[in-house]
């Protein structure tokens, strides 16, 4: 078995049921979306994001994505709704992409691979902490929001990828304050919603993901600033960090939801 998993060929998601057995679990993610086989569900409420952009603290690279941490020690920054059940606290977002425009999200829609796709994690309370919530089937929200190619560069990014640079090897962290991750939501919260997993290992089934039908418009150098992330560590042989993305899991017969028509 390999040592650390990662996404390589020795190492990559083809390999990490040999150490981490839910891989080929029953309900994984990420799972390709066709529109002719969703169920439209008229009882789906909308969804609220209430972010308090204090709980910002720190970015990071860790070598598989880069990462943006908030406080969760208590209720202050909150999704509620949709096809939830009670507040859960926003505890991370983080992105996954491709080596080129043409794909890098981990959900595929009606067969179209986004640039990158970002996720914000939040867990439910009730579980008492993060470790105890990934335990739960209830435990863990992801809101997915599909990022595209094309003219105009999303001006809410900015603040992201003018770390990278303080940021660009294994390893380093630097400080993220005064930030509220709503302003990277499209228009439109329309979702798709269907139970599933983590998409890195353990991928524990402990997910309600909740994906953004409009996807937000980035641009191409957008983009590039991203993939100008290492996996290497400070004094390592350069290899950039791409194609961070677990390809689509079989449904196994669950439905995917969606709010809208
Ligand atoms: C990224 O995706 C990281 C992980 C995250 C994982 O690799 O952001 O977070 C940490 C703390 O390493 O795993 C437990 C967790 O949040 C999977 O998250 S995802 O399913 O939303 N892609
Ligand atoms: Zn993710």
Redesign the pocket.
Known sequence: AQSVWGYDSDNGPDRWHENYPMAKGDKQSPIEINSKDVRHDTSLAPWHASYDPGAAKTILNNGRTCRVVFDDTFDRSVLRGGPLVGAYRLRQL?L?WGSSDDHGS?HIIDGVKYAAEL?MVHWNPKHGNFAGALKQPDGVAVVGIFLKVGKTPKPEMKRILEEIDNIKTKGKEAPFQHFDPSILFPKSRDYWTYHGSF?TPPCEECITWILLREPIEVSSDQMAKLRSLSKNGENEPVNPLVDNWRPPQPVKGRIVRASFK
């Open positions: 983080h996954h981990e996720h998409t």
